[in-house]
């Protein structure tokens, strides 16, 4: 005699757990643009920054019409401050899309990816300059950790690492303004592309008027170039759709898998000498981030806990 079992339906998702594959392949995306980049290296930075954002343009669009956000874009350009602060975000986040394709096509992966690494670290810098917030005992370790880093870079590469904390500076600068604007992630994201599109046209125009533009050379380069909008805006909506499910503890690990993928494509696809210096320079800023994160989670706890005893 055979007993019949009830089939066993599939546990729907969590919030938190799909908050969490969100933004684990927002930050796949990511990492893997250094691929993606690497692939079109004889394309000039400028003219990959270019089409960045003048092909994120139609994609934000779209999304900021299916979710109904046109409201908050009115609201938001309205007001002289907050499109001043985006236009300046706008400038910001295309320059330092430009500066990391060079950085790949100058065979310096590595140094960027450091600055990546390093960035949340910055952010606790902006913190402490412009908000009134102290260091944390765990925080002054961790950027102590930074700091030595930095300097055995130094030592490795026979120069300051600029590359990697300009990278690193002027990403922190743009998360910094963004939070100071009253607008959603994907609202604020559209019209920092559609400000910086005609400047990003009349560069392309330029381009082309040199001839030296690829777009619509050949129908590889044609569609590496639309494929770099739709990465870049792809991986924002993601992430933004993320960041509402998960806790900052939890968005905090996970932004460390990007510049970890860019680390491993740096050695191990193109090939970048990683000397004894520089893998110990990196050990040292895994520690310091370690530090941060673990104290980072055991605050959140803290805090959450005391709020519900409250």
């Keep these: 005699m055979t007993i019949a079992h009830e089939p066993v339906l599939p546990r729907t998702l969590t919030n938190a757990e799909k908050g969490v594959i969100l933004a684990v392949m927002a930050h796949l995306v990511w990492g893997g643009m250094a691929v993606y980049f690497g692939l079109i290296r004889h394309i000039s930075p400028v003219e990959i920054a270019v089409n960045r954002g003048l092909w994120s343009l139609p994609i934000a669009a779209v999304v900021v019409w299916v979710l109904g956000q046109w409201g908050d874009v009115w609201r938001a350009v309205a007001n002289r401050r907050n499109l001043a602060i985006l236009a300046l975000t706008s400038a910001l986040v295309v320059f330092n899309w430009g500066f990391y394709v060079w950085s790949i096509e100058q065979g310096r992966t590595l140094e960027s990816s450091l600055g990546y690494f390093i960035n949340p670290l910055l952010n606790v810098v902006m913190g402490y300059l412009f908000l009134g917030e102290r260091f944390t005992l765990a925080q002054k370790v ?169």
């Design 142 to 310: 961790a950027l102590g950790f930074a700091s030595v880093a930095v300097l055995i870079q130094t030592a490795a590469l026979g120069h300051f690492p600029w590359l990697g904390l300009m990278l690193a500076v002027t990403f922190c600068l743009y998360g910094f303004l963004r939070k100071t604007v009253p607008v959603g992630p994907t609202q604020g994201f559209f019209i920092e592309v559609a400000i910086a599109a005609l400047p990003l046209a009349g560069a392309q125009f330029w381009l082309f008027s040199k001839g030296e533009t690829h777009f619509g050379s050949t129908v590889f380069d044609t569609s590496m170039l639309i494929g770099c909008g739709v990465m870049t805006a792809a991986s924002l909506m993601l992430y933004a759709s993320s960041i509402r499910r998960i806790r900052y503890s939890t968005a905090g690990l996970l932004q460390y898998i990007s510049p970890s993928l860019v680390f491993l494509t740096a050695v191990f696809v193109f090939g970048e000498p990683l000397n004894t210096l520089k893998l110990v320079s990196f050990v040292i800023i895994w520690i310091g981030l370690a530090i941060f994160s673990l104290a980072t989670i055991r605050d959140e706890r803290n805090r959450r806990q005391a709020a519900e005893a409250v």
